[in-house]
């Protein structure tokens, strides 16, 4: 990439990480299919879905994951958005919310995102 046109991108992700996919789908760069959104969270459809509801929960701040996650407001509004988005799909008291953290545990996009799953019935324990 050309030194110019990588100064404008870091400029745009001055909070973010420009190769980072929900950075990127957080600035509106990549389309998604967005089911919530406010000044600290976005709530998008996931694009390979594991139940009828499947919508991944992430702060528009670059954090890589919920270890890293040191901010106790910024962790409450993840996990009201989360319950807030079940509830509008009509799912509101059944519903599974799933971290993976780390490669080791299935994390597989490096910006920390909740799994809000619903529409079915789940095991336990997860595989
Ligand atoms: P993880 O494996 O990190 O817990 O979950 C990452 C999730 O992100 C996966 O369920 C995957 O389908 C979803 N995902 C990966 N890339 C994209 C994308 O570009 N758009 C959307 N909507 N979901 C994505
Ligand atoms: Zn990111």
Redesign the pocket.
């Known amino acids: 990439m050309r030194a110019r046109r990588r100064a404008r991108r870091s400029r745009r992700y001055s909070t973010g990480v420009a190769d980072c996919?929900f950075c990127r789908?957080a600035a509106k760069e990549?389309p998604?299919?967005i089911v919530y959104e406010d000044s600290d969270v976005v709530a998008?459809?996931?694009?390979?879905p594991?139940a009828p509801l499947?919508v991944?929960v992430i702060p528009r701040r670059h954090v890589s994951g919920l270890a890293q996650l040191d901010d106790v407001s910024l962790a409450g509004k993840l996990a009201l958005a989360a319950a807030r988005v079940a509830k509008d799909a009509g799912h509101g008291e059944s519903f599974r919310l799933?971290v993976?953290n780390g490669a080791g545990a299935?994390?597989?996009?490096f910006h920390v995102?909740f799994?809000v799953l619903g529409g079915r019935t789940f095991s336990w324990p997860p595989g």
């Open positions: 996919v789908i990549i998604a299919s998008f459809k996931d694009l390979n594991r499947h991944l799933v993976n299935g994390q597989s996009v995102h799994h």
